[in-house]
């Protein structure tokens, strides 16, 4: 009958850590601006190479901006709002982000849906001024353009982004259209509630259900839906998660780990 492939975005079809902790970067300045004078390009450098080790604790994109004025606060003690920051390392964050995330947030003063809108509002405005260098923040894992353009399986991208950022990234830099219908970003609920809303369309009867995801965290809450015991799961090896992760994940079962050159030969 076919395949369906339901695809994460970040971190499965495309890199954007270099784009995502600039833009992090620019609106953590807007949010506090007594960051500005510590952030010279020399700090902004070291953020995004520290931001690419902690970028697999990332579901959503505002915790970007969380991460960003954490390990600064880690960095210059002067600027601490949370004692969280003291003695902590890369690797705590890596271990700790559930438990440290609602501190640090209480700690700020901060509220979820206006880090989301702050961070938005800022990659438009880049997007509005220089369209092709945030273009090129990003990148496309090899290979991964190709599959999506021959891909003989039905695609949907199911992910925590913004719809309108995946789209413009598939577009001009992937040159890849895929209908809007077909892409379920932020807002349009948890992704075990979009995978339960795609297996249930008519159009979708008898096709083979695949979910590639490069977060276990993710995986493992759709297995805990036994609704969604149809779907055949992917980890990504490639994406935004640990060594740690990828061995627990070859321990579960139901969760397959995914080498990109695979990943690209499935679609087709």
Known sequence: MGDLYALDFDGVLCDSCG??????????????????????????????DQ????????????ENLLLVRLLLEMRIPSIRKSSVAEGLTVEGI?????????IIMEAWGENRDALIN????????????????????????????EALKFASSKVYIVTTKQSRFA???????????????????????????VLKQLQQKPEH?????????DRIATLKNVIKEPEL??????????????QKEREEAASIPRIHLLQISDFSKKLK
């Open 51 to 62: 931001m690419f080790i902690v970028r697999p604790v990332v579901e959503t994109g505002y």
């Open 94 to 102: 890596l271990e700790n982000w559930l438990k440290i995330k609602p």
């Open 118 to 145: 702050l961070f938005g509002e800022v990659r438009d405005k880049w997007m509005d001024e220089d369209l092709a260098t945030w273009i090129r923040a990003n990148r496309f894992y090899p290979g991964v353009p």
């Open 167 to 193: 789209d413009t990234l598939l577009r001009e830099l992937a040159g890849v259209t895929i209908p809007p219908e077909r892409i379920y970003g932020l807002g349009t609920g948890p992704k075990v509630e």
């Open 229 to 242: 015991d149809g779907w055949n799961l992917y980890l990504g090896d490639w994406g935004y998660n640990t």
């Open 19 to 48: 784009e995502s902790s600039l833009s992090a970067v620019k609106a953590a300045k807007l949010r506090w601006p007594d960051l500005s004078d510590a952030v010279d390009s020399t700090m902004e450098e070291w953020i995004v």
């Open 205 to 213: 009867q008898g096709l083979t259900l695949h979910f590639v995801e």
